[in-house]
């Protein structure tokens, strides 16, 4: 298979997974699992989760198991700089996880009840932290043609992506939430926008009750 098709797969591939991705983690989804199989809808953020590592599987073997054409790498001082940032990213996710209620986040906790909003430190400076840090550590790698056709597909779902994230979370905590966003960036942290720890608080305490 010469390059451009091999492109061709890649990006059907990342495309495909986005796709089932969003359709698993919608509301509609969700609810036709709870009303066709309620004995197995506390289960469904495990099953997701377990399945969303799966589906990486096709696209990360093309990705890595061919050789594509370079493009750039970082030269120098920057190369440091680049794995600097990247380092920071990954210490990111370390440091993030620990204000999520992880055994929730990836189904461990078999619950189908919504969790109360919480507006983490990280979550006061970026509406997705994980999103952004992923941004980061993509686009600060050395870069070949299917590399930064994955980087240019992944930032386009994580825009989608978060955007159809906080549809969501708008209908479950209402106002609170969506000024919430007025008031904080979705993906790139800016330092005049921000909420101090009062503010990220009444927010928070603004919330309409999830309903369970």
């Given at each position: 298979?010469?390059?451009?098709?091999?492109?061709?797969?890649?990006?059907?591939?990342?495309?495909?997974?986005?796709?089932?991705?969003?359709?698993?983690?919608?509301?509609?989804?969700?609810?036709?699992?709870?009303?066709?199989w309620p004995g197995l809808a506390k289960y469904y953020r495990l099953?997701?989760?377990?399945?969303?590592?799966?589906?990486?599987?096709?696209?990360?073997?093309?990705?890595?198991?061919?050789?594509?054409?370079?493009?750039?790498?970082?030269?120098?001082?920057?190369?440091?700089?680049?794995?600097?940032?990247?380092?920071?990213?990954?210490?990111?996710?370390?440091?993030?996880?620990?204000?999520?209620?992880?055994?929730?986040?990836?189904?461990?906790?078999?619950?189908?009840?919504?969790?109360?909003?919480?507006?983490?430190?990280?979550?006061?400076?970026?509406?997705?932290?994980?999103?952004?840090?992923?941004?980061?550590?993509?686009?600060?790698?050395?870069?070949?043609?299917?590399?930064?056709?994955?980087?240019?597909?992944?930032t386009l779902y994580f825009v989608v992506g978060s955007r159809l994230?906080?549809?969501?979370?708008?209908?479950?905590?209402?106002?609170?939430?969506?000024?919430?966003?007025?008031?904080?960036?979705?993906?790139?942290?800016?330092?005049?926008?921000?909420?101090?720890?009062?503010?990220?608080?009444?927010?928070?305490?603004?919330?309409?009750?999830?309903?369970?």
């Open positions: 298979m010469n390059e451009a098709s091999a492109l061709s797969v890649l990006a059907m591939l990342w495309i495909t997974y986005a796709a089932l991705h969003s359709l698993l983690a919608a509301n509609a989804t969700k609810a036709a699992v709870a009303r066709y099953a997701f989760n377990g399945l969303a590592v799966l589906l990486l599987a096709p696209p990360l073997a093309l990705l890595y198991g061919r050789d594509w054409t370079p493009l750039w790498s970082w030269p120098g001082a920057w190369a440091w700089l680049s794995h600097a940032a990247a380092l920071l990213a990954v210490l990111g996710f370390w440091h993030s996880s620990r204000h999520y209620n992880m055994a929730d986040f990836l189904g461990f906790k078999a619950s189908t009840a919504a969790s109360a909003l919480c507006i983490s430190p990280w979550h006061r400076h970026v509406r997705h932290p994980w999103y952004a840090l992923a941004l980061l550590l993509i686009w600060t790698r050395p870069m070949d043609s299917g590399f930064l056709l994955t980087a240019a597909l992944l994230e906080e549809r969501k979370l708008a209908e479950l905590y209402g106002a609170a939430y969506r000024d919430y966003c007025a008031r904080v960036p979705g993906l790139v942290p800016l330092p005049w926008r921000c909420l101090s720890v009062a503010d990220a608080a009444a927010i928070a305490a603004r919330a309409r009750p999830p309903q369970c």
